[in-house]
C-alpha cells in the first residue's frame, strides 16, 4: 500500500518527484457540474510558488498547472480531475553529495532505511515540491464549499511572533512573508536574512482559519473534523506540530477558562469564546475553525553537519542548492489548501449520512 491518496468521498492522490518530469494530483468524488478552469487554479499556485522574494527558494518554476481530463465545457462532470505541473528548472547536480551521505534532519537516512534506496534529487517526494500538488487540488476543493472563506497567515518566525493588536488582513498579501503585522514583517526581513546568509535556516507558525464551516460537519468518533484536520495538516512536508482552537494552552487553562459560553441567539447559539477552535465532540459548533501548524527549519542548509555515509562512514555534510531559508513561508497556501480538502470531504460525508 503506497499511501500517496488523502480522503473519503472527496480524495485526491499526488504523483511526482521534485527532479522529475512533472508532479501532479488526480482528484476523485467532486460533484458534477462546478464550474473550473485553469485560470481559477492558478493563483493559488502562483501564491506557493518558489523564487519570489530572497527570503525563499531561488528555483524558478512557473508552476503552470494543466487540466488534463474530468473537466468538460468548463464544467466538472464528476469523473476523477487529473492535474499537472510540469518541472522546469531542476539542478539534480547540485545533489551529488547527497547521493553518497545523508542530511541531518532530513527524511534521506528514513527513506533508505525503508525502501533500500532513495530518489536523492531535492529529496524525490520528501520535497516540499511535492505540495504543489496538494495546492492545486486545493483549489478544486473549494469549489465545493464556496459558504465557507479560508485565511491563512505566518505568525512567528524563529521564535518571533506578531502582536494581535496590528493584525491586518489585507497586508497578508503585501510582504513577501504572508504577515498579518507590518511590524513583524519588517523584523522578519532581517531575521530570515540573516539565517540565509550564515547558511542556516528558521521554523514558522503558520494560522489558519475557515469562516462559514456550518454546526454538524464531522463526526463524534473516527472522522472527528479536528482528527481530520490534524491529520492532513500533519502530513505536510517538514510539519512538526497542529495545534486545534487553543491547543496545548488548553491543557494549562481550568474547566470555566476553557468553556465556550453560549446564550441564545438568531437561529443558532450566540458564543462567547471560541476556545475549541469551532469544534466540539470532533464536530464543528459553526464557529470559526482555527488551526495552527509547525513548520521545522528547513534541514537542507550550508552549514556543515555531522552525518554518516550509506556505508555508515563518519563524514560532514552541508547542502549545495536553491533552498527555503524558512519553509513555513511558503507554507501559508498549503495549509489553505488542506483545510479546504478536508472540509469539502466532510461536507461532502455529512451530506451522504444526514441529506
Known sequence: MSLNSFGHLFRFTTWGESHGSAIGA?????????????????????????????????????????????????KTTGTPISLMIENVDQRSKDYGDVAKAYRPGHADYA????????DYRGGGRSSARETASRVAAGAVARLVIPEVKILAWVSEIGGDRIDMDHFDADEIGRNPFFCPDS?????????????????SSLGA?????????????GAPLYAKLDAELAHAMMGINAVKGVEIGDGFEAARNTGEGNADPMRPGSGAP????????????????????????????????????????????????????????????????????????????????????VG
Open 26 to 74: 488526480v482528484v476523485d468524488g467532486c460533484p458534477p457540474g462546478l464550474a473550473i478552469s485553469e485560470a481559477q487554479i492558478q493563483p493559488f499556485l502562483d501564491a506557493r510558488r518558489p523564487g519570489q522574494s530572497r527570503f525563499t527558494t531561488q528555483r524558478q518554476e512557473p508552476d503552470q498547472v494543466r487540466i488534463l481530463s474530468g473537466v468538460f465545457e468548463g
Open 183 to 199: 511590524w513583524a514583517a519588517a523584523r522578519w526581513e532581517k531575521l530570515v536574512d540573516d539565517a540565509r546568509k550564515s547558511g
Open 111 to 118: 527513506y533508505d532505511a525503508k525502501y533500500g534506496f532513495r
Open 205 to 217: 507558525v503558520v494560522e489558519c482559519v475557515a469562516t462559514g464551516v456550518p454546526a454538524g460537519w
Open 270 to 353: 450566540e458564543f462567547l469564546a471560541n476556545h475549541a477552535g469551532g469544534i466540539a465532540g470532533g464536530i464543528s459548533t459553526g464557529q470559526p475553525v482555527t488551526v495552527r501548524v509547525a513548520f521545522k527549519p528547513t534541514s537542507s542548509i550550508l552549514t556543515p553537519m555531522p552525518t554518516i555515509t550509506r556505508e555508515g562512514e563518519a563524514t560532514e555534510l552541508f547542502t549545495k542548492g536553491r533552498h527555503d531559508p524558512c519553509v513555513g513561508i511558503r507554507g501559508v497556501p498549503v495549509v489553505e489548501a488542506m483545510m479546504a480538502l478536508v472540509l469539502a470531504d466532510q461536507k461532502l460525508l455529512h451530506r451522504g449520512q
